[in-house]
């Protein structure tokens, strides 16, 4: 059964930084795409970073361009989401997903496969 647990989020005051991880199994992480998402309270859920099955990465958001940047080690595989400068907006519950793809998608439904989540709260 494919899946997915994140883990790595905690609470950490703005500037700092967070690695989160997302850890895979039951699958070979080497045939998807990875992406990595997050929920604000009372928000929909948005794309921040996926990296394709070669190493290709798509920002899907703007506000953590130079911030963040997603990585994956395939023979752990797991995929992170390295965080750095972290700002009060970032605070989110932050999910990874898998799409049954080497490419990754524009479209969130496409990701079928979630995790739990693990929650980033940036405070002062």
Known sequence: QLQLVESGGGLVQPGGS???SCAASGFILNFYA???????SGKERKGVLCISSSGQTTNYAESVKGRFTISRD????TVYLQMNNLELEDTAL???AAVRSYECSATITDFSSWGQGTQVTVSS
């Open 94 to 96: 932050y999910y990874c």
């Open 34 to 40: 990875i992406g990595w998402f997050r929920q604000a």
């Open 74 to 77: 395939n023979a752990k595989n």
């Open 18 to 20: 967070l690695r989160l």
